[in-house]
């Protein structure tokens, strides 16, 4: 996010602007104190009274330990909720995130629902309404057992490892990194030579060494660029780490013995016969149009299985 445009669209129509510590894509923190500090007294921000909503679902159990001076959350005035996943950095197992409002003003009382059940009143604020509470229960374990110090141990960590990740990554010469060192504690790579072979191969072959990377393009405006992504967790230690970085060393020199997928069509007819040749009546196909019509029916055969959904 580009911290002048957002602030510039917003109008009578902003509910508010979302900054993301902690991009999905590439662990990057949006720099919402620059947002914050943008708002002026003439501006739209202030005069529509804009809430800066902050979605620090890994951010907000990171930032506060690795980067403590990071200024994101209620210290700058216009932070006026922010959202966390105790699934992600929060250490516990799936089913649990939260939403924090500053004050309780700040969170619009129509939105509640209140509920006369079974003899009090019952206010709530979620699409659902019974809950399991275990996850609750989890978190509540984890964060009295780790505290903050058990936090920042396992958060420095963390990055200690994404950093092993890096380097190693940097030292086959063959990617370019395009995450950077404060965020999540993640590595997004991108393969520096495209001509063979591309990343969604490295995350197929990868499979076979039991690693799950996934690789996709970036959003739009920067949908040319593909990247790999490695998320360093807690349980993710510098062995296996340094395994990782070997596994795909070996998956390069892999793809290295293997002819191109992505070889461009355009070369292949300067090496087979172009011409036509008409017998008896029939027109005889070229190699490269026998070729053609075989692809075309494995692509339909492919195709209609997907299709059958098997
Ligand atoms: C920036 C960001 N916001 C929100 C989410 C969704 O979080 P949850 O799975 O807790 O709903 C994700 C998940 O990857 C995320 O990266």
């Known amino acids: 996010m580009d911290p002048e445009q957002a602030v510039e669209m917003v109008d009578e129509n902003t509910i508010c602007v979302a900054a993301i510590l902690g991009s ?5 923190f949006e720099d919402v104190k620059r947002i914050n500090d943008l708002s002026c007294a003439e501006c739209s921000f202030c005069r529509w009274e804009t809430p800066i909503h902050v979605d620090a679902a890994s951010g907000g159990f990171i930032a506060p330990f690795l980067y403590p001076e990071l200024e994101w959350d209620f210290r700058l005035p216009w932070v006026k909720s922010i959202n966390v996943s105790g699934h992600k950095y929060g250490l516990v197992y799936p089913g649990i995130g939260w939403c924090v409002w500053r004050t309780k003003e700040d969170l619009p009382d129509e939105l509640i629902f209140h509920i006369n059940y079974l003899g009090s009143d019952q206010p709530t604020f979620t ?6 509470s275990s996850q609750v229960i989890a978190q509540y374990y984890q964060l009295i057992r780790h505290g903050t110090q058990g936090y920042r141990n396992i958060m420095e960590n963390c990055q200690e490892n994404a950093m ?35 990343e969604f191969e490295i995350s197929d072959m990868l499979r076979r060494f039991g690693w799950i990377v996934p690789a996709y393009t970036m959003p739009a405006d920067a949908q040319h660029v593909t990247v790999l992504r490695v998320v360093i967790r807690e349980e993710f230690s510098r062995t296996l780490a ?13 793809l290295d013995a293997l002819p191109s997928k992505l070889a461009p069509p355009a070369l292949l007819p300067a090496t087979l016969p172009k011409t036509v040749v008409v017998a008896n009546g029939h027109v005889k196909k070229t190699e490269l149009e026998t070729q053609k019509s075989v692809t075309e029916a494995w692509k339909k055969f492919v195709l209609a299985k997907k299709t059958n959904g098997v």
């Open 242 to 254: 340094e395994r990782l970085v070997l596994d795909i060393d070996t998956v390069m020199a892999q």
């Open 127 to 132: 699409l659902n309404f019974s809950k399991g």
């Open 24 to 28: 999905t894509l590439n662990g990057e």
């Open 164 to 198: 092993v990740v890096k380097e190693g990554l940097e030292k086959t010469g063959r990617f370019n990194i395009v995450s950077k060192d404060e965020g999540v504690p993640l590595v997004a790579f991108s393969l520096k030579d495209h001509s063979r072979h591309d």
